[in-house]
């Protein structure tokens, strides 16, 4: 019965619209400053809100199986993975020397 | 046997499936498979970029700030629309209007073309003018850019520039995979091909142009808006 649920257009220009605020918001967020580190992740909290609208809604894994959904999500806890390792190696790399080599030699 | 019926009402019931919604189950987890490894394929470059980004923050400051909000968030508007068109082209298919289909589809087209072409006359053009290829040709002047002469480590804003030409290329390069086929899912469209019955494929491009989408929504924040 996955895919036979028809969603109906109101729905959809309800998701447009909340994009469009979205979309303001990722813009006037980066009118703020919160100091790098947090502009950084209010912008990426904002782009995963409009992800998973578009995802739920637009992609239709909110009226999917759970499979479907597993599936989706699949991708995406890959993605965490590689991010949380390749974070462990680049954040700790210069632990024990003062500053970062640049890799032109200069 | 049963499944004599259910492939009796539906002639696009493969016979190695036994009912409609086994089939389609089947297929959308084919599909997001796919678009996993489509993840994959933009996560590596997703994680190119943070590397650099941490290891040259400045030059992410001063790249980024030379780009243009209006024309990418205009570029965002466009996406967001084709997306909705494309959805709203999945209902028509549902219900069997294969007008409002048809429309939906071009409408979808027609928009993801207008966000490529914004992209390539006022993004890549000015760029390339106005020396800001990476590599043995870059060299920043002129009016717009020109600024990014005076940077003093000119090799962390070449890899900036790297990432945005490699992102963005890959990025509008799938985009005009979707305008191939797209226009074939027109063609079929007009030749009655679609229907309630028979829905999956609309279903299918329109998660492809979705996760597009959705790159382009992480995109736009990582190059234009970094502050």
């Not at chain 1, 220009?13 to 979309?23: A, C, D, K, N, Y």
């Not at chain 2, 046997?1 to 959308?28: G, R, V, W």
């Not at chain 2, 027109?186 to 492809?208: D, V």
Request: glycine share 10%; with cysteine; aromatic share 20%.
């Amino acid at each position: 019965m996955s895919q036979h649920h028809i969603v109906q257009p109101k729905t959809y220009f309800t998701i447009l619209v909340l994009l469009m605020v979205l979309m303001g918001a990722t813009i006037g967020a980066s009118y703020i400053h919160l100091g790098t580190t947090y502009n950084l992740l209010l912008a990426l909290f904002i782009a995963c809100c409009k992800m998973s609208l578009i995802l739920m809604f637009f992609m239709h894994v909110k009226y999917g199986s759970k499979l479907t959904a597993v599936f989706a999500t699949g991708g995406f806890f890959w993605l965490i993975i590689f991010f949380t390792l390749l974070f462990c190696d680049y954040f700790t790399r210069y632990w024990n020397s003062p500053v970062a080599p640049s890799p032109y030699g200069g | 046997m049963s499944s004599a019926t259910a492939h009796d009402e539906n002639p696009y019931l493969a016979h190695h499936f036994e009912s409609i919604e086994q089939q389609e189950e089947s297929c959308t987890l084919g599909m997001w498979l796919f678009l996993a490894q489509e993840v994959m394929f933009f996560g590596g470059l997703f994680m190119a970029y943070a590397v650099y980004r941490f290891m040259y923050p400045e030059a992410w400051f001063e790249g980024s700030a030379s780009l243009s909000v209006p024309i990418g968030g205009a570029n965002t508007v466009f996406l967001l629309l084709s997306s909705f068109t494309m959805a709203m082209g999945v209902y028509f298919c549902q219900v069997g209007n294969s007008k409002g289909l048809f429309r939906a589809l071009t409408a979808t087209l027609i928009l993801g073309i207008i966000f490529v072409g914004v992209k390539w006359v006022y993004e890549y053009t000015p760029k390339f003018a106005e020396g800001l290829f990476p590599g043995a040709g870059w060299g920043p002047h002129g009016h717009h850019y020109g600024h990014l002469a005076d940077f003093a480590d000119q090799g962390a804003l070449q890899i900036f520039f790297v990432l945005y030409f490699i992102m963005t290329g890959m990025h509008a390069f799938h985009m005009l995979i979707g305008f191939a086929i797209l226009l074939v899912l027109m063609w079929m469209t007009k030749q009655n091909k679609f229907g309630p019955q028979r829905y999956m494929p609309i279903l299918f491009f329109g998660l492809y142009w979705h996760f597009v989408d959705i790159v382009w929504v992480f995109i736009f924040p990582m190059f234009y808006l970094v502050t």
